[in-house]
């Protein structure tokens, strides 16, 4: 069962009414128990009343209804249940493995599909030593220690000729090869989704092109294999919800996968009839409306409980129903008949669950989890140290164990001497300032003559004076304000911009008299 985690303040103050929050995908158990149910009633409509030829109108109005317009009359609207819980698979397990990579994978799959698988493969044989004779497919029921171990490990489905103790396992193998191929292109899934799944998609189309070319238990396999284009479609719509690919990528891969899974039909690898495109197509539909529509489900306990004994059901059911019907017919009706088989079936299928199927699960949960890295242990204070008692006559010197540094005494530097205010320019007599400081150009600068060697006069040389301070920093240059063109004429001044290029002259271009125009103040 689900365990709910416990409220926090935030959701105790909200009102009662608002609705719980989901923990499960509710679209998935509504398939999942509703497709254990289809399979159920399929394997005692066909393989039973139908093929025994037994009385049940209401047998007889439901097929009419259901499996007849769908061309499934061979097998039943339970058709449908197996590729969709193909599609679930693809969906789901793909990012449980990405999640807890290919060693913990294993384990965990291992543990959840084989221990039922076991108690079932079990129970089968002990009903055939008492001669209770479970369901068979028409194949050879051999039972001696290598047909056990091969019944119980799937592996009879690759083996010619095939021994079948669990009629109902042939979908488990597909579903183990899936989780095979998928711990194999693991690490292309995690760098590149896209080039996995294209790895996957050839995989297949080269498994099923060669099925006749390495004996018979090649065909076999390749006649698994041909169902593995269902899980890649599960897996290519979780890829593109997750936006791990994009649409288009997801839409070419999608038709790649339903290309293949039709060319199994056309090469007839291992199809029984010509439902089975059919029935995908259908699954498809169901599986995209659901998902569609998860937002607006709700989660209930009757669909959390039938989808988590969906597998025991799809396990059991055809087991303990022929066994018990074989029992109870003719001398039982057949409607009191069923009311008996299917509480019985229901019965065993709790008992598996909770005894079998939740304990592994509660295993391969714990063997496959990831150990948390211990926490830090808490620091522990340290005793506060006393000082030592000192005795007459005795000095007490305190010796630090850290490291002693030594810190070499920094000498004060000078203050550095007192800026002086660079000179502010003087003004000139037409009221222009003089740029950067350069004295005006009319006022004559002092300059001195330095004295030649005969005593004669020569030209002015500047020199330097040496009481000027090199020490003191250059005058600030001051921004100059923007030079503003003279204002127009009143008449022109607000007039819009009417000056044609083409109409100007070279005397346009030459500098006019300064008093052509008003001195506007600055």
């Known amino acids: 069962m689900i365990t709910l985690a416990e409220p926090d303040s935030a959701a105790l103050a909200e009102p009662s009414s608002a609705p719980p929050k989901k923990t499960r995908i509710v679209f998935i158990d509504i398939g999942r128990g509703l497709g254990a149910l289809l399979v159920f009633y399929s394997h005692i409509a066909h393989p039973w009343i139908i093929a025994k030829n037994d009385k049940a109108p209401y047998v007889d109005f439901i097929e009419a209804l259901t499996s007849d317009p769908m061309h499934m009359s061979k097998q039943g609207i339970g058709q449908i249940a197996v590729p969709f819980f193909f599609l679930v698979s693809g969906f789901v397990v793909t990012p449980i493995a990405l999640r807890q990579g290919t060693g913990r994978f294993a384990l965990n799959r291992f543990i959840r599909v084989y221990a039922p698988m076991l108690f079932v493969v079990a129970l089968t044989v002990f009903l055939l030593l008492v001669n209770l004779h479970p369901p068979s497919t028409g194949q050879a029921q051999t039972l001696n220690p290598l047909t056990v171990l091969t019944n119980t490990t799937l592996a009879n489905y690759l083996i010619f000729p095939q021994v079948v103790l669990v009629p109902v396992a042939w979908t488990m193998i597909v579903e183990v090869i899936f989780y095979l191929l998928l711990m194999a292109v693991l690490p292309l899934l995690r760098r590149w989704v896209w080039l996995g799944i294209a790895v996957e998609l050839t995989f297949i189309f080269v498994v099923m092109m060669s099925r006749s070319q390495f004996g018979p238990s090649w065909s076999l396999f390749a006649v698994n294999v041909s169902y593995l284009p269902a899980m890649l479609i599960g897996q290519i719509v979780w890829a593109t919800t997750k936006k791990q690919i994009p649409l288009w990528t997801g839409a070419l891969y999608g038709g790649c996968a339903w290309s293949l899974y039709v060319l199994a039909d056309v090469i007839d690898v291992g199809r029984v009839d010509s439902s089975y495109n059919l029935a995908l197509a259908f699954a498809v539909a169901c599986f995209l409306m659901g998902m569609f529509a998860e937002d607006r489900l709700k989660q209930r306990k009757i669909w959390t409980m039938l989808s988590e004994r969906s597998y025991s059901i799809y396990l059991l059911h055809m087991l303990v129903t022929f066994v018990l019907l074989q029992l109870l017919r003719p001398a039982v009706p057949l409607p009191i008949a069923l009311l008996i088989v299917i509480p019985a079936v229901f019965g065993v299928v709790e008992l598996s669950y909770r005894f079998v199927e939740r304990p592994s699960h509660s295993l391969a949960r714990r063997l496959s989890h990831r150990p948390k890295p211990p926490p830090p242990a808490p620091e522990t204070p340290e005793p506060p140290v006393e000082p030592p008692v000192e005795t007459p006559g005795e000095k007490t010197q305190l010796v630090d164990d850290s490291e002693v540094t030594l810190e070499i005494p920094r000498i004060p530097a000078e203050p550095a001497p007192p800026r002086r205010p660079a000179p502010r320019p003087r003004p000139v007599p037409n009221g222009r300032m003089p740029r950067n400081g350069a004295p005006p150009p009319n006022e ?78 600055r």
């Open 444 to 521: 004559a600068q002092p300059r001195t003559m330095a004295p030649r060697a005969n005593g004669g006069a020569h030209r002015a040389r500047p020199v330097a004076e040496s009481g000027v301070d090199r020490t003191a920093e250059p005058p600030v240059r001051r921004p100059m304000p923007p030079r503003r063109r003279p204002s127009a004429p009143p008449e022109l001044r607000y007039q819009p911009d009417q000056e044609n290029q083409g109409q100007r002259g070279d005397q346009d271009d030459l500098p006019r008299h300064r008093d052509s125009f008003r001195h506007t103040p």
